[in-house]
């Protein structure tokens, strides 16, 4: 039966005469496989060369300011080191990226950047769910001078956003009437507003086959991690079992399949991510956002999966069922079908516990906490110094939240790390 090792092993035969380079901005995108001519270019960092020095096949550029993949596609020695007709996989594909990878004759891996863009922006977004924009909450689109106050809050958003920050909170006729003024014909997509929690999860297309992965609740605008009502700041995988109905779950599995097909059929390969809100009045659920592209919970969702199947390794007397020799983690997986390998029954590895949170950058100056907890995998610092991007990411391997918005003990003490 076709398992992990078989898989890296038909993704080496693969990349045998032509090498693969996942160049990222933040290393962590990319730190989910370990192969033969899998290479990955970012920025270096202290954590990115703690990495490298366990892998030779990572390449650290030192700059004096961190560049974005696009900069790093061009950067001098970048350009040297990919050949001709190598692979290249990015986080998230552009126009720019796709002009310099045709320049220089590398053959990128990632689904075309006018589709994903396509998906992902509010607007067109509606059109390209067509029958599907069933499992939106109530909403409609219009120029902003045009909407009127309806009595009550609403969710504005505009085309385009990342982490929350096109989504907006409307809760009072002034700030409506201020953003009326100040953008007075741009296209903005008004919604119901709906109070519950947030869940989210990886999948991958894969030949004809949606592999749905494993759902986590999606941590959002906690205090001190961020200043946004609307931010995600985190995934817990543990919280999910206790909040969701077996119902639920049907629901979202039947929401991620259809859209997962309609992506299929349009030509999509790989990783997209759908975030999904529960009514808390009703228990219904709703799509909120497609993510056309890997999303950021990929890499450590994958390093759980591959912890998990070495703890059953060393349990011989626990086991997922027969079936658990034919499964993968979501990295390989969306590795996998960009590549073009045959889908042979493989199947996503379950994960039911392990939480990461993200400190960003605030208008209060917060420093990087020292938490000596045994559940704390890692402490991840970036160098960022805009509000809302990243300051820490800390990765554990439990849940850290009791119920929706309350951490537990554990999360706590995070918090508490992060206040001192």
Not at 174 to 191: G, H, Q, T, Y
Request: glycine share 6%.
């Amino acid at each position: 039966m076709p398992n992990s090792n078989s898989l890296i092993k038909a993704v080496e035969k693969r990349l045998a005469k032509r090498r693969l380079f996942y160049v990222c901005r933040d290393i962590e995108r990319a730190a989910g496989l370990r192969a033969k001519n899998y290479f990955v270019i970012a920025n270096h960092t202290n954590y990115a060369a703690k990495l490298a020095r366990q892998d030779s096949n990572i390449i650290l550029i030192k700059e004096k300011n961190q560049l974005d993949t696009q900069e790093l596609l061009k950067h001098p020695r970048v350009e040297k080191i990919i050949r001709k007709n190598d692979f290249v996989l990015v986080f998230k594909n552009n126009s720019i990226i796709e002009d310099a990878c045709q320049k220089h004759g590398w053959h990128l891996l990632n689904p075309g950047a006018k589709l994903a863009d396509k998906i992902e922006s509010k607007i067109s977004q509606i059109e390209w769910l067509g029958h599907l924009a069933k499992y939106l909450p109530k909403h409609r689109v219009d120029i902003c001078q045009n909407i009127k106050w309806p009595g009550k809050p609403f969710i504005l958003q505009y085309n385009h956003a990342h982490t929350g920050s096109g989504t907006l909170f409307i809760n009072t006729k002034k700030r409506l009437n201020e953003l009326a003024i100040k953008f007075p014909k741009r296209p903005v997509r008004i919604s119901q507003y709906i109070e519950g929690p947030a869940f989210t999860n990886n999948n991958v297309v894969w030949d004809d086959k949606i592999l749905m992965g494993n759902i986590n609740y999606q941590i959002t605008g906690l205090a001190p991690f961020t200043d946004n009502k609307f931010a995600t700041i985190g995934n817990d995988w543990m919280l999910p079992s206790k909040v969701l109905s077996t119902k639920q779950i049907k629901q979202y599995k039947q929401i991620v399949t259809e859209i997962g097909r309609k992506l299929s059929k349009d030509g999509w390969k790989g990783l997209f991510g759908i975030d999904i809100i529960m009514d808390e009045k009703n228990g219904r659920l709703y799509l909120l956002e497609i993510n056309a592209r890997q999303p950021a919970s990929t890499t450590f969702e994958s390093q759980l999966q591959k912890s998990k199947v070495q703890s059953l390794k060393h349990a011989p007397y626990r086991t997922e069922g027969s079936g658990s020799r034919s499964k993968v983690s979501t990295f390989e997986a969306h590795l996998a079908s960009l590549l073009d390998l045959t889908n042979k029954e493989y199947k996503l590895i379950s994960v039911h516990d392990g939480a990461q949170i993200i400190q960003r950058v605030t208008k209060k100056k917060i420093k990087i906490p020292k938490i000596k907890n045994k559940s704390i995998l890692n402490i991840i610092a970036y160098n960022n110094t805009a509000i809302g991007a990243d300051l820490t990411r800390i990765q554990c391997s439990h849940g850290i939240m009791q119920t929706a918005n309350t951490f537990n003990k554990i999360g706590k003490e995070i918090r508490s790390a992060l206040k001192k």
